[in-house]
């Protein structure tokens, strides 16, 4: 379904009913990467996808996507759907996303879930690795895609999950080179929001790839410390809800229903 924000479509999928969880892709994804699970967890709640601005079928807006901004997409599809409490659950990017969804609108949140990402904000390091990867983009973003795709895997399973590559690129390299240049430049001045997950009243969730390329281990960890935080660990890279499909599904249901 598609619905108008500041003149421009966001895509978005309902589905089912019950308690509202709302899911958010990452960076160079799209909403189809929540499709394997959509059918299994639509038999006891509402489930939305959405398109983050940029991506998929969601059109861009001007040459930043701050994560205020894609927030503020996502709340007009809420508000939209007459949905006043959700879960929200966030790969990466869209982790980012959930949290200054959170931050503005801390009434609508039931739980918060980041997979594979973080809370705190990009590093000096992190933000010239942005910028470079802008100008390889401009570049030539198709080779730019490809590269970033398959180093989101830790390297023993990139010929595992050959297809599941494949097939992730494929989506990836839809992705119009304003939306992904616009989503880089809105990651990298993002602010931090740690103290969420230390003094935020709702029931949080954080799943780490133990062997993530893109986000240390140690650093996530640390973010936890002190706080009601719930912590996966699971074994492998960035990408846990294919490389670790098993524990990532069952952790989800644990923290809905929890």
């Known amino acids: 379904m598609i619905l108008d924000f500041k003149g421009t479509p966001i895509y978005y999928t309902d589905s089912g009913k019950g308690s509202a969880v709302v899911f958010l892709h990452g960076f ?3 909403s189809t990467i929540w499709s394997p699970f959509v059918p299994l967890l639509t038999k006891k709640h509402r489930v939305i996808c959405m398109d983050l601005l940029g991506h998929g079928q969601s059109g861009s807006i001007g040459y930043i996507h701050t994560m205020e901004l894609m927030a503020e997409a996502l709340a007009t599809v809420l508000k939209y759907l007459k949905i006043k409490k959700c879960t929200l659950v966030g790969h990466s990017m869209g982790g980012y ?3 200054a969804f959170a931050e503005n609108l801390p009434d609508v949140v039931r739980g918060l879930c980041l997979v594979n990402s973080t809370s ?3 590093s000096k390091e992190r933000k010239l690795n942005r910028d470079r990867a802008i ?3 401009k570049d030539n973003h198709k080779t730019f895609i490809r590269m970033a795709i398959t180093n ?4 023993k399973n990139r010929t595992l999950f050959s297809n599941e590559i494949k097939a992730l690129k494929k989506e990836a390299l839809k992705t119009p080179l304003q939306g992904i240049v616009a989503a880089l430049e809105g990651m990298k001045i993002r602010p931090d929001r740690e103290v969420l997950l230390h003094f935020s009243p709702y029931k949080k969730m954080m799943i780490i790839g133990k062997k993530d390329p893109v986000l240390r281990y140690d650093d996530l960890i640390d973010q936890t410390k002190s ?9 492998d890279g960035h990408m846990s809800f294919i490389e670790n499909k098993t524990l ?3 952790s989800i249901v644990h923290f809905i229903e929890k």
Do not use: G
């Open 28 to 30: 160079l994804e799209n």
């Open 97 to 99: 996303v959930a949290l």
């Open 120 to 122: 705190r904000a990009d």
């Open 135 to 137: 100008k390889s983009i």
């Open 152 to 155: 989101l895997f830790r390297p």
């Open 227 to 235: 706080s009601k935080v719930d912590v996966v660990e699971c074994p």
């Open 248 to 250: 990532f599904f069952q």
